[in-house]
C-alpha cells in the first residue's frame, strides 16, 4: 500500500515561511491500496488540494472517507473537497463504529448558516455510510475493497473520544493514530496494553507527537502526546518505522528538525532499531 500525506499539523492550520517543509495543512491522509483503491482519513484542510489532485485521474469515482474523530482540525477542509460536488463520484464515510450518525451530523453542521454558505443536502455527490458494525474493537473489509486490505479501529485516548485505525495489506500493516495521549487517562480511552497490542510489530505508525516535554507541563490532559511519549511508545511496540504527527501550529521547521534529532538520539541511545521521522505535506511512502 501507498501512504501520501496531505495534512499532518494539528490543531489549526499554520502556513508561511516558517512551516515550508513540514508543511501548514491539517490532517488528511491518503491511502492507496495495493487494488488501486483509496482511502482517505480525514478532512483537515489537507483535503482540499488532495480533491483537486484525485479529479486528474479520470479512474478514481469512489472513495472511503474515514474519520479518526469531530475536531475541528479533522472536518474543516471537507466543504473545499471538489469531488464531493461531483454527481459521478461517490463517497462511503466511516466514523469509526458507532459514530455514523455523528460523523454526518457535524459535517452537514458545519456547511449550516452562519458558519458556511452552501449547504451540505446541495452536495451531488453519493454519499453512503459504511463501517456500520457496533463492536469497540471493528474489523471489516471496507466497501469495494477484498481481504487483502482489512482495517480495524480502537478507541483513542482523547477528549471526546475518536478511533485510530489500523490498515493490513497482504503483508503490511500501516497503524494511523493521532490525537492519542499516551499519558493521561481520558474517559474513552483504553489500558495502555491495548494500544501496544494494536500497533504491535507495525511496519508503519503515524502517531500524535505534538507537544516537548516542557510544553507538556501545560498541555498535560489537552488529549496529545510528547515526541517522547510517542517515541517510548512505538519502541514498545516493535514498530519499524514511527511518524511524528499532529505537528502543533507554532512549531517551526527548524524546531521540529530539532526534535526529530533529539528522538532519534534518544532511539539510538536506547539501542532501538526503530526508525523515525518528521511527517510532512507531499510525503508519499510505500509501506
Ligand atoms: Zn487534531
Ligand atoms: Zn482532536
Known amino acids: 500500500m501507498n501512504v501520501k500525506v496531505w495534512g499532518c499539523r494539528g490543531s489549526i492550520a499554520a502556513p508561511g515561511q516558517k512551516t515550508v517543509r513540514y508543511g501548514g495543512e491539517t490532517t488528511c491522509i491518503e491511502l492507496t491500496s495495493d487494488t488501486g483503491q483509496k482511502i482517505v482519513i480525514d478532512a483537515g484542510t489537507g483535503i482540499r488540494k488532495l480533491g483537486h489532485e484525485l479529479l486528474k485521474d479520470k479512474t478514481v469515482t469512489s472513495i472511503n472517507l474515514l474519520f479518526t474523530h469531530s475536531h475541528w482540525d479533522h472536518l474543516v477542509g471537507f466543504p473545499f473537497f471538489l469531488p464531493a460536488y461531483l454527481p459521478d463520484f461517490s463517497i462511503v464515510i466511516c466514523g469509526g463504529p458507532t459514530a455514523q450518525q455523528s460523523v454526518l451530523k457535524y459535517l452537514t453542521h458545519q456547511m449550516e448558516p452562519p458558519y458556511f454558505p452552501v449547504a451540505f443536502s446541495t452536495l451531488k455527490a453519493r454519499f453512503e455510510m459504511g463501517c456500520l458494525c457496533t463492536r469497540e474493537f471493528c474489523d471489516h473489509i471496507l466497501p469495494g475493497h477484498d481481504t487483502s486490505m482489512m482495517c480495524y479501529s480502537l478507541p483513542l485516548n482523547h477528549p471526546d473520544g475518536g478511533y485510530g485505525f489500523k490498515f493490513s495489506g497482504i503483508d503490511k500493516t500501516f497503524v494511523f493514530m493521532t490525537d492519542n495521549e499516551v499519558r493521561y487517562h481520558h474517559e474513552a ?10 500497533s504491535s510489530n507495525a511496519d508503519l ?8 516535554e516542557g510544553e507538556y507541563d501545560r498541555t498535560y490532559s489537552w488529549g496529545h502526546s510528547t515526541f517522547k511519549d510517542a517515541v517510548d511508545f512505538a519502541m514498545e511496540a516493535g514498530v519499524k518505522r514511527l511518524g511524528l504527527f499532529h505537528h502543533d501550529p507554532d512549531r517551526s521547521d527548524e524546531d521540529l528538525d530539532h526534535q526529530v534529532d533529539w528522538c532519534r538520539e534518544y ?6 532499531p526503530l526508525e523515525c521521522f518528521g511527517c510532512a505535506e507531499g510525503m508519499d511512502l510505500k509501506v
Do not use: V
Not at 505508525?205 to 516537548?212: E, I, P, R, S, V
Not at 532511539?267 to 532501538?272: E, F, N, T
Open 205 to 212: 505508525l503515524f502517531h500524535d507527537a505534538q507537544y516537548t
Open 189 to 198: 480511552g483504553l489500558p495502555r496494553k491495548a494500544y501496544l497490542d494494536f
Open 267 to 272: 532511539i539510538l541511545k536506547a539501542g532501538s
